[in-house]
């Protein structure tokens, strides 16, 4: 049984639950509130020493942090990667993207409006976070303008690395309205067997939503 | 025959460099200055809509960018990949913590350090680059206290992934003083068959260098 720690509405965390979900796998989820320190407690760093979610947990006590490592793992020998050397490492090269040029950006927008106090000096960095998102969703668009998926000829674990954020994007105040292939491409995510939502943030952090955008 | 789109004092470049020599391929180096906008030139983001080097490309045009990805696949098959799904998913970790938690602090207060004029704004951040980058290197000495390597039980790509920036983190004024590990690690590297060092900065940068430290 693998466990995942993970925080909900984190999009690096729903991250292994679309997959797990989608392989069919059994697990367990232990909810680690993140934006309230959570990830910063003793406990925790004694299992994680960088401090982050998610992670997971193997029954023999091994762990593995890095959303994208822990999909990389769970995919291997699964339609999920590819087998051709060259798709496979295609799809890498969109998930390392992910991680340094989009999540950076995309989500912490998306974390600093709704999950900050309105008068959080984090808030200045907003204009600059929603420029450099949409400098990694037109990167995105012109992809999808000639490709259907980010993981070779298929969905797959490239897919839903960018699916997290991209499909929150709005919270951060990033409008996706100018990207119609990712439009289409977010559509046709969300109807692979198996799917399953980013759950709506909660009533305090969608009035902080509001007011941000 | 790889050709490499490199910037020689970019230690993301000299991942793919130091590799391709210890792997001894034959590979072809095209110098492209990204401190004064040359990967955002028209014909560059031809090649890589992201703006970004280091990217490879093969004698078919096919195309691979993220320094990491590259490492990856140019490392299949050979010893600097393990072969277990384990031991290659953990090195992925730490090519994923490279990517997120260590190289937009440690090399980005190094970049605008010897990069960037004296008086620039950008200079504000350093001492949240730095305090950020401590905390990076921090987790990589806890794991070197019970570890020799980052890539499993031997040398490999997530060794050099970490290695290209920790060992120039003094030029962001990130003293490696209190990292016993680190220093042991950074001098094993260094005695790897096939090692080749990232260049020392020119004369106008290691200027710039010793006035910000």
Redesign the interface.
Not at 64 to 70: H, K
């Given at each position: 049984m693998i466990t995942v720690y993970g925080f909900s509405p984190s999009g690096n965390c729903h991250k292994v639950r679309l997959l797990l979900e989608q392989l069919g796998r059994d697990y367990r989820w232990v909810e680690v509130n993140s934006a309230i320190g959570e990830t910063r407690q003793p406990g925790f760093l004694a299992k994680n020493?960088?401090g982050?979610v998610p992670f997971i947990e193997l029954d023999d006590g091994?762990v593995?942090?890095?959303?994208?490592?822990?999909l990389?793992?769970l995919a291997?020998g699964t339609p999920f990667l590819p087998i051709d050397?060259?798709q496979?490492?295609?799809a890498?090269?969109w998930?390392?993207?992910e991680?340094?040029?989009h999540?950076?950006y995309i989500a912490v927008a998306r974390f600093i409006s709704g999950w900050t106090p309105i008068d959080s000096p984090r808030r200045a960095d907003l204009p600059r976070l929603r420029e450099r998102g949409h400098e990694a969703l037109?990167?995105m668009e012109?992809?999808l303008s000639s490709h259907s998926w980010f993981t070779g000829d298929f969905y797959g674990i490239a897919d839903i690395a960018l699916f997290a954020y991209t499909c929150v994007a709005g919270h951060g105040g990033i409008g996706l309205e100018r990207y119609p292939a990712i439009l289409d491409w977010l559509a046709r995510v969300s109807e692979v067997p198996g799917f399953v939502s980013l759950p709506q943030p909660d009533a305090a952090a969608q009035a902080l939503i509001d007011q941000s955008t």
């Open positions: 020493p960088n982050r091994r593995l942090t890095e959303s994208n490592a822990i990389h793992w291997e050397p060259w496979k490492a295609k890498l090269s998930m390392f993207f991680q340094y040029s999540e950076p037109a990167v012109r992809h």
